[in-house]
T-cell receptor
Framework: DVKVTQSSRYLVKRTGEKVFLECVQD?????MFWYRQDPGLGLRLIYF???????EKGDIPEGYSVSREKKERFSLILESASTNQTSMYLC???????????FGPGTRLTVL | DAKTTQPPSMDCAEGRAANLPCNHS???????VYWYRQIHSQGPQYIIH???NNETNEMASLIITEDRKSSTLILPHATLRDTAVYYC??????????????FGGGTRLMVKP
C-alpha cells in the first residue's frame, strides 16, 4: 500500500511567520504535488515536482515555495504566512508509470 | 479532461449497496474514469479506476457503460464509515507530466443506520 504522510494534521501560525509543511512518501514515486483545498473552490495546484530538485509552478504558486532534496520528501514553504493562506493543504504522489495520485491525510493550517 | 456530472447528495441504508452514478458524455478514447472519496477533514482516498471494462477491487466495483458516457460506482455493503464525498474524475492516462487532479462537486453519500 502507498503511504503518504504529512508532518502535521493541524497547525496554527501567526501572520508573518515562516511555515514548513512536509510530505513523505514510501513508494519511490517520481511525481509529488501540493494542493490546497478550500470550500467552493475545489482542489488547486500550488506546485508539483517530477524529480529531485525539479519543480514546476501550478495554478497558484504566489506566496509559496517548495523544496525537493530527496525523492521521498517534498516540502511546501510559506515564506511569510498570511490569513488568506488559511486552508487545507494536501500532498499527493504519483509514479511515472502509474495513473493514480495518492494523497496524504492533509494539514489544516490556520493563520491568525 | 472531460467534465463530469454527479448528483450532489444521496442516502443509503447501512448494509445495502450504494450505487453512485456519474455522467461523462464528452469523455475521450484515452481518458480513464477515476473515483476518489473524501471523508470529512481527511485527504482524498483513491478507490478505483477503469478505461472501458468493469473493474472490481476490495473497496468497490466500477461499471462503465458500453459507450463510456456514464459509469456507476458500487459499494456492495455500505457501512457508516463510507459516509463521504465521492468524486468521479476523467483524466488522460499518464504522460509523465504530473497532471493535476480536478475535483468537481462530487456526491455527498450519507449512510444511515
Amino acid at each position: 500500500d502507498v503511504k503518504v504522510t504529512q508532518s502535521s494534521r493541524y497547525l496554527v501560525k501567526r501572520t508573518g511567520e515562516k511555515v514548513f509543511l512536509e510530505c513523505v512518501q514510501d513508494m519511490d514515486h517520481e511525481n509529488m504535488f501540493w494542493y490546497r483545498q478550500d470550500p467552493g473552490l475545489g482542489l488547486r495546484l500550488i506546485y508539483f515536482s517530477y524529480d529531485v530538485k525539479m519543480k514546476e509552478k501550478g495554478d497558484i504558486p504566489e506566496g509559496y515555495s517548495v523544496s525537493r532534496e530527496k525523492k521521498e520528501r517534498f516540502s511546501l514553504i510559506l515564506e511569510s504566512a498570511s490569513t488568506n493562506q488559511t486552508s487545507m493543504y494536501l500532498c499527493a504522489t504519483e509514479g511515472s508509470t502509474t495513473d493514480t495520485q495518492y494523497f496524504g491525510p492533509g494539514t489544516r493550517l490556520t493563520v491568525l | 479532461d472531460a467534465k463530469t456530472t454527479q448528483p450532489p447528495s444521496m442516502d443509503c441504508a447501512e448494509g445495502r449497496a450504494a450505487n453512485l452514478p456519474c455522467n461523462h458524455s464528452t469523455i475521450s478514447g484515452n481518458e480513464y474514469v477515476y473515483w476518489y472519496r473524501q471523508i470529512h477533514s481527511q485527504g482524498p482516498q483513491y478507490i478505483i479506476h477503469g478505461l472501458k471494462n468493469n473493474e472490481t477491487n476490495e473497496m468497490a466495483s466500477l461499471i462503465i457503460t458500453e459507450d463510456r458516457k456514464s459509469s456507476t460506482l458500487i459499494l456492495p455493503h455500505a457501512t457508516l464509515r463510507d459516509t463521504a464525498v465521492y468524486y468521479c474524475i476523467v483524466r488522460v492516462a499518464t504522460d509523465n507530466a504530473g497532471n493535476m487532479l480536478t475535483f468537481g462537486g462530487g456526491t455527498r453519500l450519507m449512510v444511515k443506520p
